[in-house]
């Protein structure tokens, strides 16, 4: 045990390395030391391996970020043990029963709330970039009618990019974007401009991968629309004049739209820092948070959240398929959350959400087991141990489902929103006057040490099925094609019965 000499308290951190028998004082900031202080405790190599490079100064390890702050950010807090949600400030439950996407989507990118004057300047702005390059429809046209969406939306961003040149640092200079930071007006113009093409082309890229799933010909976007009330028009208009979406599916649409805004560092948004990190353009930057957000853990949870409970089929069920979670064969699609160990507050606001689309759309038959299963949850052992409650995805789907989305289309109507968080972590990093620094993590390597080539007649196979490819079946392949030989370009025969 280590006894330190009583001092007066400071924000600080007394650290003995017991390797040298040094003192550090590591400061204490807003509650987090920085984790380059740490690398000043040196120490000179022992037993340790040169790779674990002691002389160079200690690491800071942390596996999937489990407690590790990337960035000082203005935008959204979240306390997850209280269940606290607020952008700039504002509660997530005032912004929803208040406000409207657009005016978040300003809220979060620039810091306030828009006057008047500066929210009709905004709207008409954003709506005014709704419209893409015809030729980005022909890109969906050489889509398989059955790809994934968010497949379609994630190379739909990044074929943006290749539409704008003059938004392309490595054409226009590595400091396009960071300029910015100075307040230099055409740099900020660039940036801006950005943006809203960015917010305002999204609803119309995730209808076209939407209509070209159902074949139907893409329509143009709409004037005199709501944000989310265009993007209904672009996913459903199919002839005729006037087109208005019901009020109430508008509107939850709009509130869900807010909900999924922004999230702080979530997956994605590190990775569109990470991407951002680098200097590329931000249609690259936001085709990679499509790519992060699609995964199920991420924002491909609420489509797997309805396929787990078609899958249970019925109130009854859920105990059987509760019992396979309880013994770790299943995740229980829908709950637990990186940060929320307690009520997920957007799901609080999506719940009741949920009772005025229903209201109007007739209740979604999965309702039932889905209450059943969160009943059976919050009194399950396993699942009090672990906090782990009902998070956003867990009734999203169950809106979505109501309305009539197909369920491949429910992380398109996630990325469609969270563009606008993505954009704001963007901004903000390119507008730090300290300038962006490269996001580059280090390893501890556990891997061989140095060693010498070895020769083919003296090597041996490794032991495991991990150290070499597996046997792959040849799918498509016919057997007259399997049974036919082949001569290569050097004239040496060769067959596939032979690979
Ligand atoms: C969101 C999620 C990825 C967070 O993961 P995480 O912070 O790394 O949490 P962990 O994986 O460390 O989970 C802690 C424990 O709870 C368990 N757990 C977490 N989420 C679980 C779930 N949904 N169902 C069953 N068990 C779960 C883990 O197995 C682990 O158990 P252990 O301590 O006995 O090993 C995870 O909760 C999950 O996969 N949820 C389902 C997918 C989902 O709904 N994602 C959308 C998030 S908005």
């Given at each position: 045990?280590?006894?330190?000499?009583?001092?007066?308290?400071?924000?600080?951190?007394?650290?003995?390395?017991?390797?040298?028998?040094?003192?550090?004082?590591?400061?204490?900031?807003?509650?987090?030391?920085?984790?380059?202080?740490?690398?000043?405790?040196?120490?000179?190599?022992?037993?340790?391996?040169?790779?674990?490079?002691?002389?160079?100064?200690?690491?800071?390890?942390?596996?999937?970020?489990?407690?590790?702050?990337?960035?000082?950010?203005?935008?959204?807090?979240?306390?997850?043990?209280?269940?606290?949600?607020?952008?700039?400030?504002?509660?997530?439950?005032?912004?929803?029963?208040?406000?409207?996407?657009?005016?978040?989507?300003?809220?979060?990118?620039?810091?306030?709330?828009?006057?008047?004057?500066?929210?009709?300047?905004?709207?008409?702005?954003?709506?005014?970039?709704?419209?893409?390059?015809?030729?980005?429809?022909?890109?969906?046209?050489?889509?398989?009618?059955?790809?994934h969406?968010?497949?379609?939306?994630?190379?739909?961003?990044?074929?943006?990019?290749?539409?704008?040149?003059?938004?392309?640092?490595?054409?226009?200079?590595?400091?396009?974007?960071?300029?910015?930071?100075?307040?230099?007006?055409?740099?900020?113009?660039?940036?801006?401009?950005?943006?809203?093409?960015?917010?305002?082309?999204?609803?119309?890229?995730?209808?076209?991968?939407?209509?070209?799933?159902?074949?139907?010909?893409?329509?143009?976007?709409?004037?005199?629309?709501?944000?989310?009330?265009?993007?209904?028009?672009?996913?459903?208009?199919?002839?005729?004049?006037?087109?208005?979406?019901?009020?109430?599916?508008?509107?939850?649409?709009?509130?869900?739209?807010?909900?999924?805004?922004?999230?702080?560092?979530?997956?994605?948004?590190?990775?569109?820092?990470?991407?951002?990190?680098?200097?590329?353009?931000?249609?690259?930057?936001?085709?990679?948070?499509?790519?992060?957000?699609?995964g199920p853990s991420h924002g491909g949870a609420s489509e797997s959240a309805i396929r787990m409970l078609m899958e249970i089929g019925s109130p009854e069920k859920v105990p059987g398929f509760m019992a396979q979670v309880e013994r770790r064969e299943r995740v229980l699609v829908g709950f637990g959350?990186?940060?929320?160990?307690?009520?997920?507050?957007?799901?609080?606001?999506?719940?009741?959400?949920?009772?005025?689309?229903?209201?109007?759309?007739?209740r979604n038959r999965l309702l039932d087991t889905a209450t059943a299963l969160a009943a059976y949850a919050?009194?399950s052992?396993f699942m009090?141990?672990?906090?782990l409650?009902p998070n956003?995805d867990f009734y999203s789907g169950l809106i979505y489902q109501a309305?009539?989305f197909p369920l491949d289309f429910y992380p398109?109507?996630?990325?469609?929103?969270?563009?606008?968080?993505?954009?704001?972590?963007?901004?903000?990093?390119?507008?730090?006057?300290?300038?962006?620094?490269?996001?580059?993590?280090?390893?501890?390597?556990?891997?061989?040490?140095?060693?010498?080539?070895?020769?083919?007649?003296?090597?041996?196979?490794?032991?495991?099925?991990?150290?070499?490819?597996?046997?792959?079946?040849?799918?498509?392949?016919?057997?007259?094609?399997?049974?036919?030989?082949?001569?290569?370009?050097?004239?040496?025969?060769?067959?596939?019965?032979?690979?």
């Open positions: 045990m280590v006894t330190v000499s009583k001092q007066t308290p400071r924000q600080s951190l007394t650290v003995v390395d017991n390797r040298t028998n040094k003192v550090y004082e590591i400061p204490i900031k807003q509650n987090s030391v920085l984790a380059t202080d740490f690398k000043k405790i040196k120490a000179q190599k022992g037993d340790d391996r040169e790779e674990d490079e002691t002389e160079q100064g200690l690491r800071v390890y942390d596996p999937a970020y489990m407690n590790t702050a990337v960035v000082q950010s203005k935008i959204t807090y979240i306390n997850g043990q209280d269940g606290v949600l607020r952008y700039r400030g504002y509660p997530i439950e005032q912004l929803v029963k208040k406000s409207n996407f657009l005016e978040t989507a300003f809220l979060l990118i620039y810091g306030e709330l828009p006057t008047k004057s500066q929210f009709n300047n905004w709207q008409n702005e954003v709506m005014h970039h709704t419209f893409v390059h015809s030729d980005i429809e022909g890109m969906f046209k050489s889509f398989r009618y059955d790809s969406p968010m497949s379609m939306l994630a190379s739909a961003f990044a074929t943006l990019g290749a539409f704008a040149p003059e938004a392309n640092p490595s054409l226009k200079g590595q400091k396009l974007y960071t300029n910015a930071a100075s307040g230099n007006p055409e740099a900020l113009q660039i940036l801006d401009r950005q943006i809203l093409r960015i917010i305002g082309k999204a609803p119309t890229l995730a209808a076209a991968s939407y209509r070209m799933r159902q074949g139907r010909p893409f329509n143009r976007p709409a004037h005199g629309l709501s944000y989310t009330g265009n993007f209904l028009y672009l996913l459903d208009h199919l002839s005729g004049h006037e087109y208005q979406p019901h009020p109430v599916l508008e509107q939850a649409l709009d509130a869900l739209f807010i909900i999924h805004a922004d999230h702080e560092v979530n997956c994605s948004t590190a990775t569109v820092l990470q991407v951002g990190s680098s200097l590329v353009d931000p249609y690259s930057v936001v085709s990679a948070g499509c790519a992060a957000l699609y959350h990186r940060v929320y160990k307690n009520v997920d507050p957007r799901s609080t606001a999506i719940r009741a959400l949920a009772e005025r689309v229903f209201a109007v759309t007739g919050r009194k052992e009090r141990a672990r906090n409650y956003v309305m009539g398109v109507l996630f990325a469609v929103p969270r563009c606008v968080g993505w954009l704001a972590h963007w901004r903000q990093m390119m507008l730090n006057p300290a300038g962006v620094k490269i996001w580059r993590p280090r390893q501890l390597y556990v891997g061989e040490s140095a060693r010498d080539y070895v020769d083919p007649e003296e090597r041996k196979a490794g032991e495991t099925v991990f150290d070499a490819p597996v046997p792959v079946q040849h799918g498509d392949d016919s057997k007259r094609n399997e049974l036919a030989s082949y001569k290569d370009e050097r004239g040496q025969t060769w067959g596939r019965a032979k690979l």
